[in-house]
């Protein structure tokens, strides 16, 4: 009977317009490194471990250092927590950047933010408990807006979420001439 289920998923996914692919990891890995290199955007939802095959492939030293990619320091998650009701479970990580209008700064906690007005509070919970899934967005459409002033920043922000066992819940890698 599950697979009953699992095919009646897949169907309403494809009914929606969108692919599934069911292949072996190398080339699901392999897929989403070619959207990467090439600045195709998409949204990849698969396995935790190839997750972090990808996570591994992307984040070089060079490209933390040059991004300004680091762990996102207690204090920011707790005001997550206490300001916008999103438990912060695990290691997250962000870059920090400035907006050029009014120079407030925009990271993880302002990417919450965004994310609450622009979704809904149910569908942010359901991707930081996700255990069995992780979300790479690929070269991701998001406009990051500064949450003083509305300004777009165009200096791009990067973020990854991490269960409790470093596993990469929800992240994001950007490629195409960009950082390559």
Same mark, same amino acid.
Request: charged share 20%; net charge negative; aromatic share 8%.
């Given at each position: 009977?599950?697979?009953?289920?699992?095919?009646?998923?897949?169907?309403?996914?494809?009914?929606?317009?969108?692919?599934?692919?069911?292949?072996? /990891?190398?080339?699901?890995?392999?897929?989403?490194?070619?959207?990467?290199?090439?600045?195709?955007?998409?949204? =990849?939802?698969?396995?935790?471990?190839?997750?972090?095959?990808?996570?591994?492939?992307?984040?070089?030293?060079?490209?933390?250092?040059?991004?300004?990619?680091?762990?996102?320091?207690?204090?920011?998650?707790?005001?997550?927590?206490?300001?916008?009701?999103?438990?912060?479970?695990?290691?997250? =990580?962000?870059?920090?950047?400035?907006?050029?209008?009014?120079?407030?700064?925009?990271?993880?906690?302002? =990417?919450?933010?965004?994310?609450?007005?622009? %979704?809904?509070?149910?569908?942010?919970?359901?991707?930081?408990?996700?255990? /069995?899934?992780?979300?790479?967005?690929? /070269?991701?459409?998001?406009?990051?807006?500064?949450?003083?002033?509305?300004?777009?920043?165009?200096?791009? %922000?990067?973020?990854?979420? %991490?269960?409790?066992?470093?596993?990469?819940?929800?992240?994001?890698?950007?490629?195409?001439?960009?950082?390559?």
């Amino acid at each position: 009977m599950e697979l009953v289920s699992l095919l009646k998923s897949v169907e309403a996914v494809v009914n929606g317009g969108k692919s599934v692919v069911s292949t072996d /990891n190398s080339i699901v890995v392999a897929m989403i490194q070619e959207a990467v290199k090439s600045g195709r955007t998409a949204t =990849f939802y698969v396995s935790p471990a190839q997750a972090q095959a990808v996570m591994r492939w992307y984040w070089t030293p060079a490209r933390i250092d040059e991004i300004g990619y680091e762990l996102v320091s207690q204090e920011e998650k707790d005001r997550i927590e206490s300001e916008l009701g999103i438990t912060c479970a695990g290691s997250w =990580f962000s870059n920090q950047v400035d907006c050029s209008a009014c120079g407030a700064t925009y990271g993880m906690f302002e =990417f919450m933010q965004q994310g609450l007005r622009e %979704h809904d509070r149910d569908w942010i919970k359901a991707v930081v408990e996700l255990r /069995n899934a992780s979300v790479i967005r690929v /070269n991701q459409a998001l406009d990051a807006l500064c949450a003083n002033c509305n300004t777009l920043i165009i200096r791009g %922000h990067w973020y990854g979420m %991490h269960d409790s066992k470093g596993t990469l819940i929800y992240g994001c890698c950007s490629g195409g001439g960009v950082l390559a």
